[in-house]
């Protein structure tokens, strides 16, 4: 079975207001890439992770004007995919949907959103003090993660749950000292989610349920300063810490062993103030103990990395067209 998650930078930029692709020669979302440019070098990428599921974030808008699922349909017969279905949980109003593109004679697959005390559904509010002021503050999720019941054509059962936490980067700012101030705004908010969402992993693998959480987090181990003030990143809260029953995923976990060696990398962008490029680890597919003894092997599909990738000139050029980050694939034997 292989199992992927690729953030795609504004994937509804290039469906109309029909939620058919454009695939023309205009400007689409992404720095000097055409619509046609962009569409062509992602059914190239979805063609050579021929994926069994695909936890597609930033997906095709939803909701009163569109259908996110039915555009996921669409690029899927453009292309020949077999993750040809599409499903999509809570829908936002970023035009950034997180769906899950899957085969239907492999999967079968349905949004189950679950509920628990310290965990609410993710479409509701979570009330939590992280200030140590005694005051409980309101948190939401923009994206509410995808929430999944999985069961394989042989009839293996496992939960699936698509993230997207919020960004730490502060847009807006008018200066340095209000950047710092709303950057520390969205740490706390991030690392709000973090533990929701960690609430949600520990009530599966207490019930001993085979579990994957996949999709960005925007998070990594020692990417900024603000993990001294606050103490861990979101990745190391979703994972699991003290004594709490963990998730594992490779690149997360060479990061956090060897924080100053060389770390993976999934993310891409470029720094106009500074002229170069930013290259970060934000997207993970994290395991539970059970899963990743099936043979669970983890590969990104990095341009300059991933020596199949380099020495395929189509398919390197197409990664770096279709998106500022890069697929991760994991395959594993259920």
Sequence with gaps: MRIATYNVEWFAA????????????????????????????????????????????????????????????????RFGL???????????????????????????????????????????????DLDIDAERGAVIFSKPPLELAVET??????????????SKAPHGARDEAHAMQIAIA??????????WLRARVTQHLSDRTPLMVIGDLNDGPGLDAFEDLFGCSSVEI???????????DPHAAMALG????????????????EERYLQALLDY???SADLRARGARWRILHPMDDPACWADAGLRDALIAASDHFPVLLTLDI
């Design 258 to 273: 060897h924080p100053l060696a060389a770390a993976p990398t999934t993310a891409r962008f470029y720094l106009k103030h």
């Design 153 to 166: 054509r042989g009839g293996f059962a496992f939960r699936m749950i698509g993230a997207h936490l919020k």
């Design 14 to 77: 290039l469906f109309d207001e029909d939620d058919r692709l454009f695939d023309d020669g205009a400007w689409s979302a992404r720095w000097d890439v055409t619509r046609a440019q962009q569409t062509a070098a992602l059914g190239r990428v979805f063609q050579a992770l021929d994926a069994d599921a695909v936890m597609v974030i930033e997906a095709p808008d939803a909701g009163k004007h569109h259908d996110g699922a039915l555009a996921l349909r669409r690029f899927a017969e």
């Design 82 to 128: 077999r993750a040809r279905e599409a499903v999509i949980g809570f829908v936002n109003d970023t035009q950034q949907e997180i769906a899950l593109m899957y085969d239907p004679d492999r999967l079968s697959v349905r949004h189950d959103p679950q509920e628990a005390p310290d965990a609410p559904r993710f479409d509701k509010t979570l009330h939590i």
């Design 186 to 195: 969205n740490r706390r908010k991030q690392l709000a989610q973090a533990i």
């Design 238 to 248: 979703v994972l699991g810490q003290g004594g709490a029953p963990p998730l594992y």
């Design 285 to 287: 597919i994290m395991v």
